[in-house]
């Protein structure tokens, strides 16, 4: 088939309900860049959503799961242990943000891992309901898909959702009106609602802490718009589960392995979680996730009652242990900061010198976004121009946002590409 019919064909045969942020075919990756059947070389400020962390096809990754292909690729959890599924809670265990975190389950997807979290929190408080952030994704099958409260196309039509699950606002200073309105323009100092509030209403209103059993949380909100929570807000929350026995759960799966600077983005905030989800980074494109709890939490499930098929699959782990590795022999982290304070910098410059076009600039390591002011389309014309610019960057949230998911180990000539890039397309729509 000709390579021009190629798309063609995609377009035919697979679900329209797919969206999609380009038309071209990709063909290959390598480190900060993919390329296309077309020939295009493409600078890559997605990571496949924040999946491919250390670029695309990592020497070390790949061999690690090269090598496994040719021992053993399916053993299947519910069998036995495989190898790698343990060197991978070996490589994990030290890097978790509190000691307690010791206990591991994996799954394949983010979503699953979710549902996983929510078993683990109905299981071990006998409570049936969980909270969740308005803004919040956690992901696309029926439970996460009704703990899903970032846009509702994600769930529009496909009701009934699981039930039991609240919203309560999530603190997002930039769309804060009672603080716009207060002095007249957009004031982070000043943020309206007491969300704290809004929660304990919440708990008195509409679920009982007795019918609780957790709230979830993302430390940085992913497809809500990066927004990093604020630390007083995540403080009263643990307060909050503390008094009522409920769990705080964290979903690092955006966040999470590195993205923010930290190696999950709950050690920016003084707060101990009960279950973290983790998945994307984890294995840098092999499909992986799990939740990760203290064993007293664990332990109440009766064996059988966790597992699937493809869980916790060996060259999926073996690529994980490999990820680990790399962040540590390669210093990862400390690329993160760099780069990041580069491309904030860049972002406060734009502005500050683009004020009628940028609204908000925010975001922790190099999960950055920035948010235009709004009804104007700024957002996809500039990711247009970046396109064209052969340079693919995300929107996020409901409002008028792009976000910026750099590999964590670009270099910074790439770096000063790609900014380069987004600040001339700036420029060009703000003309
Ligand atoms: N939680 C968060 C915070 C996410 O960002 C995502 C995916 N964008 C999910 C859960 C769902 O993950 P998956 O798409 O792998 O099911």
Same mark, same amino acid.
């Given at each position: ?36 059947? $077309? ?6 400020f997605t990571c496949?959503?924040g999946?491919?962390n ?11 799961? %090269?090598? %496994? ?5 399916? &053993? ?5 242990? %495989? ?6 809670? %070996? ?39 969980? @909270?969740?952030?308005?803004g ?36 997002y200073c930039a ?13 982070a ?20 802490? $007795? ?7 993302e430390p940085v909100l992913g497809e809500g718009g990066y927004v990093p929570v604020v ?23 955006q966040s999470g392995?590195g993205r923010t600077g930290k190696?999950?983005a709950?050690?920016h ?5 009960? @279950? ?5 980074? @984890? ?35 073996? &690529? ?11 210093? @990862?982290?400390?690329?993160v900061s760099?780069r990041g304070k580069e491309m904030m910098d860049m972002l406060k410059?734009a502005k ?6 940028i609204h908000d600039v925010r975001g922790l390591g190099l999960m950055l976004a920035v948010e235009f &002011? ?5 957002g ?13 960057i995300l929107t996020t949230s409901?409002y008028?946002t792009l976000r910026f998911i750099p590999?964590l ?6 770096m000063?590409?790609g900014c380069?890039?987004i ?6 729509? &703000?003309?």
């Open positions: 088939m000709s390579l021009s019919k190629l798309a063609e064909f995609g377009t035919r045969h697979v679900a329209r309900g797919i969206g999609r942020l380009m038309t071209e075919v990709i063909e290959s990756g390598s480190g900060s860049y993919v390329t296309t059947t $077309s020939g295009r070389k493409m600078l890559d496949g959503i999946v491919a250390l670029g695309h096809c990592h020497p070390a990754v790949t061999k690690a799961a %090269q090598a %496994q292909v040719g021992k053993i690729v399916h &053993a299947q959890v519910n069998i036995a242990f %495989q190898k790698p599924y343990l060197e991978l809670v %070996q490589s994990l265990i030290p890097l978790m943000p509190h000691k307690s975190l010791d206990t591991f389950f994996f799954w394949n997807s983010g979503s699953e891992a979710v549902e996983a979290a929510v078993k683990l929190a109905r299981h071990a408080t006998k409570k049936p309901n969980v @909270i969740v952030m308005q919040s994704y956690h992901g696309r099958t029926f439970g996460a898909m009704a703990m899903t409260r970032s846009k509702t196309i994600y769930g529009e039509n496909y009701s009934p959702l699981m039930p039991g699950v609240f919203a309560v606002p999530f603190p769309q804060c009106s009672i603080a716009k309105r207060s002095d007249g323009k957009y004031n100092e000043n943020c309206c609602m007491d969300p704290v509030e809004q929660l304990e209403l919440l708990l008195k209103r509409e679920t009982a802490p $007795s019918d609780t059993a957790a709230i979830f949380i630390p007083a807000y995540l403080k009263r929350v643990r307060e909050i589960c503390d008094k009522h026995n409920i769990l705080l759960v964290v979903d690092e799966v392995f190696m999950f709950i050690e905030y003084d707060v101990v979680p009960d @279950i973290m989800v983790i998945a994307k980074g @984890i294995a840098n494109g092999f499909p992986l996730s799990g939740i990760v709890s203290r064993k007293e939490l664990m332990d109440k499930q009766p064996p059988g009652s966790m597992g699937g098929t493809y869980a916790g699959n060996a060259v999926s782990c073996a &690529a994980g242990v490999a990820v680990v590795k790399a962040f540590e022999d390669e210093k @990862i982290l400390d690329n760099v410059g500050s010198d683009f004020p009628h076009v &002011a709004g009804g104007k389309g700024f996809s014309k500039v990711q247009a121009k970046c396109l064209e610019k052969d340079l693919l409901i008028d590999p180990n670009i270099s910074k000539e790439d000063d590409k380069a890039i600040r001339q397309a700036i420029e060009e729509v &703000a003309a």
